[in-house]
Structure formats: C-alpha cells, structure tokens
Nanobody
Framework: EVQLQASGGGLVKAGDSLTLSCAVS????????IGWFRQAPGKERVGVSC????????YYADSVKGRFTISSDNAKNTVYLQMNSLKPEDTAVYYC????????????????WGQGTLVTVSS
C-alpha cells in the first residue's frame, strides 16, 4: 500500500521559517518524483515545488523561488520543503504527492497523495 504522510505545518508569523516533511512508503523511493502542492481556501490546488529522487533535479513555482527549498533524504524515504521568509499569501493546506513518472508541478500527473498539512502565516 502506498502511503504519503505530510507533516510540519503550523501557525507562524510573516518572515518566519517552517519545514514540511513527506514520508513515503510503498514506492521505490529512489525512482519517483515528489511534488509539493498547496491549496488556499476557495482556490485551486497549485504546484509549489517538485523533485526527482533519482536525479535530485528540482523545480519551483515562481512564487516561492528563492524562499523555498525542496530536498530528499533517500535513506529516510522522506522529502522536505524548507520554507523561509514566509508570507501571509503562503497560507494554505500543503500536500505532497508522488508519481513514478517525471517530476512536474501539474497535479494531474501525480497518482498518490498525502493528507495535507495546514500552514498559516499571520501578518
């Protein structure tokens, strides 16, 4: 059974940092892509960042480039999203997702999803 467990969300102030974790089981961790997505209230789910666990290639949405860093610990089957300089507009439920295909920021290309973790950034 494939499982993705996202954690690390919370309430922070603008300018603070937060690290999200996505623990993956049931997939060949060193041969998948993991994406982080977020969904703000009343808005569609959008891609934030993604990584290939095979090549460690990464990609970021323009809105988070330079502030967020995605990384993979293949020994722990976990992908992290380090979020710095958080802004109120980063407030959303953050989801991690996995695919055995190529990494991308398109939600429909991902087959497996975690349950989401809420990040709230106050001004």
């Amino acid at each position: 059974e494939v499982q993705l467990q996202a954690s690390g969300g919370g309430l922070v102030k603008a300018g603070d940092s937060l690290t999200l974790s996505c623990a993956v089981s049931g997939l060949p961790f060193d041969d998948i892509a993991i994406g982080w997505f977020r969904q703000a209230p009343g808005k569609e789910r959008v891609g934030v960042s993604c990584i290939s666990t095979t090549t460690n290639s990464t990609y970021y949405a323009d809105s988070v480039k330079g502030r967020f860093t995605i990384s993979s610990d293949n020994a722990k089957n976990t992908v992290y999203l380090q979020m710095n300089s958080l802004k109120p507009e980063d407030t959303a439920v953050y989801y991690c997702a996995a695919t055995e295909g190529s990494y991308s920021l398109r939600p429909f290309e991902y087959d497996y999803w975690g349950q989401g973790t809420l990040v709230t950034v106050s001004s």
